[in-house]
């Protein structure tokens, strides 16, 4: 259902589903990496009415993850491009864990609709992160 690419890396395709809607890649070395690439295959797509909140999850000094909201992707946004090399450096330390992406699909108020992802997503997908 979705893909993920690192700029000088191999496509990864097959994400390791945690739950019926969380799915995750785990990234080596992530501490080299500045940007990423997530995307559907359009093999799947969502339900009518749905979308997938892209999460980046690094550990922080004590090993604990730490969980944040880069963006989404829908039927209508099926790719996205994120930065994440600001976002790792301040917490991280060499503590030996994976960078992890994690995708939790969560019901819009309207298809594929970018305004309703966004203020759906605290209320439905905040309380919902391992």
């Given at each position: 259902m979705?893909?993920?690419?690192?700029?000088?890396?191999?496509?990864?395709?097959?994400a390791q589903q945690v739950a019926e809607d969380k799915f995750v890649f785990d990234l080596p070395d992530y501490e080299n990496i500045n940007h990423v690439v997530v995307f559907m295959l359009g093999t799947i797509p969502f339900p009518e009415g749905m979308g997938g909140s892209v999460y980046f999850s690094y550990p922080d000094s004590s090993g604990m993850p730490v969980w944040q909201l880069l963006g989404f992707v829908t039927n209508g946004k099926p790719s996205a491009i994120f930065k994440i090399s600001g976002l790792?450096?301040?917490?991280?330390?060499?503590?030996?864990q994976l960078l992890q992406f994690r995708f939790i699909i969560c019901y819009?108020?309207?298809?594929?609709?970018?305004?309703?992802?966004?203020?759906?997503?605290?209320?439905?997908?905040?309380?919902?992160?391992v």
């Open positions: 979705f893909g993920c690419l690192v700029a000088g890396r191999l496509v990864q395709t097959a790792k450096s301040v917490h991280t330390k060499d503590v030996g819009l108020s309207g298809p594929d609709d970018t305004k309703s992802i966004r203020n759906v997503h605290s209320s439905k997908c905040g309380s919902e992160m």
